[in-house]
């Protein structure tokens, strides 16, 4: 008997939601619809197939997205000595297929129970996402897809780099169903992947001071957190002789790599925010999502990155904010290789932090209140004297650390740094070695 079923369907003649149970049929197991049949079987046939034909042809291409054509065939048969039209729909690879004025919803995606066609729950829209776009977040469809990219646009422009319908396809924000992807979608304005900015007072989280939440284009984000953090980021005064010497409590190429991890490597299958949170004696930034599969902490204190967005992160890389893949946490214990106090790097199976702590506060804690410098309090003659002691006891030693120049001079741990640092740039001495290993040698 000639009845409908999941993967069959009647029309006794074209009606405007025929288009419905194709793209149902093309998100499930295929089928085949035909026009001139009412619903019980019976044959009626149709008086103008060409024209049939032609105002389905024409549906199937103006509201069906992504593109499902090569799916579909629709032909002229004959049944009971009556003509009809008959539409034969394969299932796509390119799920879900949805209506253009609708987009990737519920109203617009329809999938077959049985003998009907019905909206897509949310859940079976998102499985086929992932069946048909695999493990990558990225260059999955966005179920947004009126997106608009005028902050983006700005970034590229200052940054003087194109940002047209070309690029968008090269750096895969529009995907080969010319639609966009989630990766379009993060740079968007209607972004609604979070940073979450907190001050505390003290350095527990008792108490809030300020805080503020981002969201938008990631671009606009990362220029918006460091923005934040940046005001937080005093600067402390020291004076030796007639100089003075600036220190900030952080330096800002750490905050800048701190703030470039946490959004380049971020897990954003996730819906939980980035949050950084600042306490008077450290910075402190948590990812959702911990280690890429495969990769240990070890490997990535030794450099090693394995990419969670390769896509993101390659257009960072174009926009020259980070300058290689792997060096961000490098980079991050250079800026503190002068420091006793070193960041701290703690994962667990879905979070990835990472513990600025404040030089300034560790350094005022360290330092003895008699060996505090003050303005006009030591002379110059002070100061070569100091860096006499320094270079006396380098050449006995043969090399010297930084505790060396603050057990040797009673001094605080950043007026060694600062000596020290100035000896370099003088070409006096020369460093070795990084972090722990960093050590002082005479440039002779």
Same mark, same amino acid.
């Given at each position: 008997?000639?009845?409908? #079923? *999941? +993967?069959?369907? @009647?029309?006794?003649?074209?009606?405007?939601?025929?288009?419905?149970?194709?793209?149902?049929?093309?998100?499930c197991d295929g089928g085949t619809l035909y026009i001139g049949v009412d619903d019980d079987g019976k044959v009626y046939g149709i008086d103008n197939v060409d024209g049939t034909m032609l105002r389905v042809i024409n549906a199937i291409r103006d509201t069906v997205r992504p593109d499902i054509t090569m799916f579909v065939e629709c032909r002229n048969d004959v049944m009971d000595e009556k003509s009809i039209v008959c539409i034969t729909v394969q299932r796509g690879t390119a799920r879900p297929y949805y209506l253009r004025g609708k987009g990737i919803r519920p109203e617009g995606v329809y999938v077959r129970q049985g003998a009907s066609t019905v909206p897509a729950t949310?859940?079976?829209?998102?499985?086929?996402?992932?069946?048909?776009?695999?493990?990558?977040?990225?260059?999955?469809?966005?179920?947004?897809?009126?997106?608009?990219? #005028? *902050? +983006?646009?700005? @970034?590229?422009?200052?940054?003087?780099?194109?940002?047209?319908?070309?690029?968008?396809?090269?750096?895969?924000?529009?995907?080969?169903?010319?639609?966009?992807?989630?990766?379009?979608?993060?740079?968007?304005?209607?972004?609604t992947h979070m940073i979450k900015l907190a001050v505390f007072e003290g350095s527990k989280k008792f108490v809030f001071k300020d805080r503020q939440e981002l969201s938008g284009s990631l671009l606009e984000q990362l220029e918006e957190a460091f923005s934040y953090i940046d005001r937080y980021n005093r600067t402390r005064a020291e004076f030796s002789g007639l100089d003075r010497l600036d220190m900030r409590d952080y330096p800002p190429e750490a905050i800048r790599e701190a703030l470039l991890n946490a959004i380049v490597h971020r897990d954003y299958s996730f819906s939980a925010a980035t949050l950084i949170s600042i306490f008077e004696n450290r910075i402190e930034f948590v990812t959702v999502g911990g280690l890429v599969k495969g990769i240990a902490l070890d490997d990535v204190m030794l450099g090693v990155s394995a990419l969670r967005n390769q896509y993101l992160a390659n257009i960072f890389y174009r926009l020259?904010?980070?300058?290689?893949?792997?060096?961000?946490?490098?980079?991050?214990?250079?800026?503190?290789?002068?420091?006793?106090?070193?960041?701290?790097?703690?994962?667990?199976?879905?979070?990835?932090?990472?513990?600025?702590?404040?030089?300034?506060?560790?350094?005022?804690?360290?330092?003895?209140?008699?060996?505090?410098?003050?303005?006009?309090?030591?002379?110059?003659?002070?100061?070569?004297?100091?860096?006499?002691?320094?270079?006396?006891?380098?050449?006995?030693k043969g090399s010297i650390v930084r505790n060396d120049v603050e057990t040797a001079l009673g001094v605080s741990q950043s007026t060694a740094i600062l000596l020290l640092r100035e000896l370099t740039d003088e070409g006096v001495l020369i460093k070795k070695g990084k972090t722990k290993n960093l050590r002082y040698y005479e440039n002779i």
């Open positions: 008997m000639f009845v409908e #079923n *999941k +993967t069959t369907e @009647f029309k006794r003649e074209y009606v405007e939601d025929i288009k419905n149970t194709i793209v149902a049929f093309a998100n949310d859940a079976a829209i998102l499985n086929m996402i992932k069946e048909t776009s695999g493990d990558s977040y990225e260059t999955a469809r966005s179920l947004d897809q009126n997106l608009t990219f #005028n *902050k +983006t646009a700005d @970034f590229f422009k200052k940054r003087k780099v194109e940002f047209g319908k070309a690029q968008m396809h090269t750096l895969h924000l529009i995907g080969e169903d010319d639609t966009y992807t989630n990766l379009a979608f993060l740079l968007s304005e209607q972004c020259r904010l980070i300058e290689a893949y792997g060096t961000g946490i490098l980079k991050i214990k250079e800026c503190y290789s002068d420091y006793a106090i070193q960041p701290m790097i703690e994962t667990t199976g879905n979070a990835f932090k990472i513990t600025l702590p404040n030089t300034n506060f560790h350094a005022e804690k360290q330092k003895a209140p008699n060996n505090s410098i003050t303005g006009g309090s030591t002379s110059l003659t002070k100061k070569e004297e100091r860096m006499n002691t320094v270079l006396k006891l380098c050449h006995s």
